[in-house]
């Protein structure tokens, strides 16, 4: 059904008539459907409830690879009628110097992508709060996070939607690991603080070099990050680099990290307030019979 050519959505038009980019595009279609049904990111609502009409999604897009692919992804499903949601693409320009303002908004009128666009000048509080030489990412993503929470109740949406892949994933599972003292990542669904919303990250199966070559073949109008991506020395490069060069001696390595990430058991962790290690003793009555010692 993929194939079809007379029976695409926009987004899809003009995609390469290859063999290698439907393998492509049917992976990532196939993988972001399979995170949205294993994490439960679709709400059943009961049969005549007040909440039985189609819940919202606010799709954020910052201009990258990564977002314009979930941004295709999740108009796929929709188009092909197995995510039953409504999509509102949302841009946050956050006054970075020289960002191309037209770009989002021409695209999504082009594609017929319902959006909007919100300027917020978080550029300057961040310059302004963070000393010279720390890293930004932290502040600046707050930042962001609190207008997208508010823009999705204006319109809404029940869920925050965003990019982050497999990659950003193993990524943040190490920079807790090395640098945090912790083992935890970033949950495919995660309840936000006040619990009126959702965060969901659907392409959390989908591996980043995925997302660069369909972004890059499909040729959408991508917008760099000038703010924290022209930082140099950032931990997130150096876990980065250090997985490049793991799969590099060892290809398919990120993927069998990953798989050991939804793969947990609690009782080979050293967790108390995950497994009751107190409580673990053998039972009495089970013990097997050995006889009289010699």
């Not at 999509?87 to 695209?107: I, S």
């Not at 707050?142 to 207008?147: C, E, K, Q, S, V």
């Not at 959408?220 to 022209?230: A, D, V």
Request: aromatic share 6%.
């Amino acid at each position: 059904m993929l194939d079809d050519n007379d029976d695409i959505h926009p987004l899809f038009h003009g995609a390469p008539d290859t063999t290698e980019f439907r393998k492509l595009r049917k992976r990532i279609i196939r993988e972001t459907r399979e995170a949205i049904d294993r994490y439960g990111m679709v709400r059943r609502h009961p049969a005549g409830s007040q909440g039985g009409t189609r819940d919202r999604w606010l799709v954020c897009l910052s201009g990258g690879k990564d977002s314009y692919t979930l941004l295709a992804a999740l108009t796929e499903l929709r188009w092909r009628g197995v995510l039953p949601v409504d999509l509102l693409a949302c841009n946050l320009d956050q006054g970075q110097p020289g960002f191309p303002a037209t770009v989002l908004p021409e695209f999504l009128e082009r594609m017929g992508v319902p959006h909007r666009i919100e300027y917020r000048d978080t550029y300057s509080i961040v310059m302004d709060k963070v000393p010279e030489g720390r890293t930004l990412c932290a502040l600046c993503s707050r930042l962001r996070r609190g207008n997208l929470y508010r823009i999705a109740r204006e319109e809404g949406c029940s869920a925050v939607v965003l990019g982050h892949h497999r990659d950003d994933i193993l990524e943040t599972f190490f920079l807790n690991l090395f640098h945090g003292g912790k083992v935890a990542t970033m949950p495919p669904k995660l309840l936000n603080d006040a619990g009126d919303l959702t965060v969901l990250r659907p392409l959390a199966h989908v591996a980043e070099a995925d997302c660069a070559r369909f972004a890059e073949a499909m040729r959408y109008p991508i917008i760099p990050c000038n703010l924290c991506g022209s930082q140099d020395g950032l931990q997130r490069q150096a876990i980065k680099a250090m997985l490049d060069g793991w799969e590099a001696k060892a290809p398919g390595r990120r993927a069998k990290m990953f798989s050991a990430l939804t793969q947990v058991r609690p009782s080979h962790m050293l967790d108390p307030a995950l497994f009751d290690f107190a409580a673990l003793a053998p039972d009495e009555n089970n013990c097997p019979d050995l006889g009289e010692p010699n």
